[in-house]
């Protein structure tokens, strides 16, 4: 009740003006002298490199160019240091030495987020996690895989695969992001409906405050029940690494599914959509995994480089594409329940056309087109990319809505979405132009944040905040929930030198 | 490896000694002088009288009678106040004026515990759920069930059922505990296996802290996906009340499964009931919702009462007895596995006997032996119930040791539990002795927790801490992580109001 009552009151015109353009567009504060950080001297390297071997203190000048910028080009830091450390001690000793000397720390670890988390504002130390990449152990019992945070995703999957288990989360960019950056976003992922929130599935964390105490909260030994204590390893899930590092985790790997189907649908109106929603709970139940929502215009573009089995036969794109895949256990069954499902589902007319994979090549075929829709989309210009969580039926009202708030302007508005779980990604671009474009972005924000709050959504459904949502989350969270944040982050990291002026809103 | 090695340089001899007969078995702290708070007055009953109506501020001797004593007749309390809200502001302003009085509070809900959290050590006032029982809607495209925190959990499965959804947890005291309770005691159950902790369905809570603000934690609008700010609602899961009293709950539920099949089985060997209980992961896979074990003298108590159906033709009970069962969304699929399973389980020599219910009642009936466990040895004499987590090589190996560890006694040794999650629920009770046997205790604690801790496990797994293992929170976790959550107690009650002397090992 709080926070509509906020949004409403605070309304279009007044939003704006808590949020007018300076603050939405300039993501510089004036970091040193505000935080009362300093900047790394030659004596902190020299610390450094007595606790790190000399080439795990990076000062090469390329490689700081790399690590100081975000894979979109959006964001832009000046840290000089990049630090490697690859025990948990190591991090220990390195964050304790930072706070006493009010040196601000930037955790970093595959780039691959789109919020600017792990890139720093201006001359943080970039406290990078690749070399925490030991995998433990994964239980045969109980399937509770144990590894250090700067595992690549990609790698776990494999090393799961080889013992019969996969891990529960899955996205696009497997081969380069790490697990500790997954679980400090709380990455979701194309199956978080089968198997559920990162989160979730987190049974025990290993995490090094700014004080350099280690936590080891259920890591050494993990049950997969355990009511000792306070939870409080969730609190470091999705913190974006503002309270402490992760360095190690022990996470809940179900079996790995024994057959995977997927079907690659088209539907007319966004009403089918919610009705085949219902059908594929209802007919795939337990084997359902993922169903993922593509519109027009997303698939145009990617129809371009890639052939798209549904095309009408006139050459005209329908309205709408969904991609489901099962995970079950048994092929036979699964592959009855699909069919009973697009039985169905066109039986109603909900499906207007649809095709199955034949194979595993097919499968990654389908997803390929899913995938491609964020660099086709790309391609046509500066993109502005929103990634949110509606009630389903308001995807199309809330699309509409914001198109109309376009009209006159040179864009273009592609949409897709793990629309499963209400996850929605909006994407808007200035075909031909790359850089940019103050009239398209003043008609987008902080509008559009208002519109998802006002329609129950949220903000930032699973990319996180980092330098670009935390301003607007004063008005997605009522005062008193900001402040109990606050005591958090203070509880934890009181002089405040972890990825400052990120996540929470600023000061 | 801290926590390990706490635990061996304590060593037996030292456990015994740091937590010593009167320290285990005294569970009364002197309450009133040691913590500062004060006896409630007639003053106090004048002002929670003008908050709810006078039928709300229950005095009545017998009524308190009953709700300062625990079912299990362990724990009784003295508190001569009962509080009956019904709304979250009512709790607000009850629990700002208890933090400002300095008067102690007990957050109770069916007093279904085992551990003692929700009856008062001494005068704390009671403060019940029991009004709080509003069940706001289930959402037909996500699932998400929002309720207040007093319902019944019987009331809110069959709401769920009416609407095609169940509520992800399930227990024998369904009838009368509450979803606020299951929550602050983060319940487990027998579902765990196929639906995930309660934790880990939860969205959102509604939680009124000492100081009188209502953290509306994504309550009111709950998606999802969402990433806006610290997971502070799962604080509150598993705390006891001792943070903050959760008035409202917003959780995921999954679909209705189709089709329940059970199956009840007979193993000779323990290391047969693991091969088993692999090969119902394999076979049964996604369908694959419960796996309970019971041993030979569980069986034999409960066979006094109850046909079970799988006594060897001689009359005589087998070493180990399987309660499986399958939730799906094909009876002819999910049939179809179990036979199959059955038949590979069979095949190998790991189950030497079974039935399969052929109906749901034949399922009640599995049940019904399961659960008649816990009556039948309670019905032999004074009870010593512990509720761990082990990994499951370590069952037979543990249950060995406290067996050797009380010859030469008259006692009896009784086991079940969730083996699919580790959990095992060790019994010993005195025949025909039905108050505690020092001779008998002192046997059993610590040595009982520090053979747990030994061998990876957790010496509460599904039950809490409460005020029966509070004091061995020090062995089980490190100085560092102990620090912790004094920190995370101090930052939401800062009087200490709230549940004292419980969860948290007293100072």
Redesign the interface.
């Given at each position: 009740?709080?926070?509509?009552l906020l949004v409403q009151s605070l309304g279009f015109r007044n939003c704006h003006r808590q949020f007018g353009k300076r603050d939405c567009l300039s993501l510089r504060p004036r970091f040193s002298s505000s935080a009362g950080f300093r900047s790394p001297s030659d004596n902190d390297v020299i610390f450094f490199r007595s606790i790190l071997s000399d080439t795990r203190v990076v000062q090469d000048e390329d490689t700081l160019r790399v690590r100081n910028t975000d894979w979109t080009k959006q964001f832009q830091g000046r840290s000089k240091i990049l630090l490697q450390p690859s025990t948990s001690g190591q991090v220990a000793e390195i964050l304790q030495y930072c706070q006493r000397e009010k040196l601000a720390v930037v955790p970093q670890a595959g780039r691959t987020g789109l919020v600017g988390g792990s890139i720093p504002l201006e001359e943080e130390i970039i406290l990078s996690t690749e070399k925490l990449n030991l995998i433990h152990d994964l239980?045969?019992?109980?399937g509770i895989l144990r590894c250090q945070a700067g595992c690549i995703l990609a790698d776990l999957q494999a090393y799961c695969a080889d013992r019969?288990h996969l891990v529960p989360v899955d996205l696009g960019s497997k081969g380069s992001c790490q697990i500790g950056g997954n679980l400090s976003?709380?990455a979701?992922g194309q199956y978080?409906y089968r198997y559920?929130?990162l989160?979730?599935?987190v049974l025990g964390l290993e995490v090094v405050?700014p004080d350099g105490?280690?936590?080891?909260?259920?890591y050494?030994?993990s049950?997969?029940?355990?009511?000792?204590?306070?939870?409080?390893h969730?609190?470091f899930?999705?913190?974006e690494g503002t309270?402490g590092v992760v360095t190690g985790v022990a996470m809940l790997c179900p079996?790995m599914?024994?057959s995977r189907q997927a079907a690659f649908l088209a539907c007319d109106r966004y009403e089918d959509v919610?009705q085949v929603?219902?059908t594929a709970?209802?007919?795939?139940?337990?084997?359902l995994a993922a169903l993922e929502w593509m519109d027009q215009k997303a698939v145009e573009l990617v129809s371009n480089n890639h052939t798209i089995p549904l095309l009408a036969s006139d050459g005209a794109i329908y309205n709408n594409y969904l991609l489901i895949e099962t995970?079950?256990?048994?092929p036979d069954?699964d592959q009855?329940?699909m069919e009973k499902f697009l039985e169905l589902a066109m039986d109603k007319g909900h499906v207007v056309d649809g095709v199955l994979a034949q194979d595993l090549s097919q499968i990654e075929s389908f997803w390929n087109i899913r995938e491609s829709a964020n660099p086709a989309v790309a391609a046509t210009g500066y993109g502005y990319k929103y990634d949110v969580?509606?009630?389903?039926?308001e995807f199309v009202h809330f699309i509409d809505e914001m198109r109309s708030r376009l009209q006159g302007l040179n864009t273009l508005n592609a949409n897709w979405g793990?629309i499963v779980?209400?996850?929605l990604h909006f994407n808007v671009t200035t075909p031909g132009l790359f850089q940019v474009d103050e009239s398209v972005s003043d008609r987008l924000q902080p509008y559009l944040f208002e519109s998802v709050?006002r329609r129950?959504?949220?903000?930032?459904?699973?990319?996180?905040?980092g330098q670009t949502?935390n301003s607007y989350?004063k008005i997605?969270?009522?005062a008193?929930?900001l402040?109990?944040?606050q005591?958090?982050?203070y509880?934890?990291d009181p002089v405040g030198i972890l990825n400052p002026h990120k996540f929470l809103p600023r000061q």
């Open positions: 009740m709080v926070r509509s239980n045969a019992y109980t019969d976003t709380n979701g978080y559920g929130s989160a979730a599935n405050l105490r280690i936590l080891n909260l259920n050494q030994h049950n997969l029940k355990d009511n000792t204590g306070y939870k409080i969730q609190l899930l999705g913190a309270l079996r599914p024994r919610l929603l219902q709970k209802s007919e795939l139940g337990e084997i995970h079950g256990s048994c069954h009855e329940k969580s509606l009630p389903l039926p793990h779980d209400g996850n709050l129950g959504g949220s903000i930032s459904a699973e990319h996180g905040l949502k989350l997605v969270h009522d008193d929930c402040i109990a944040m005591k958090i982050k509880a934890f």
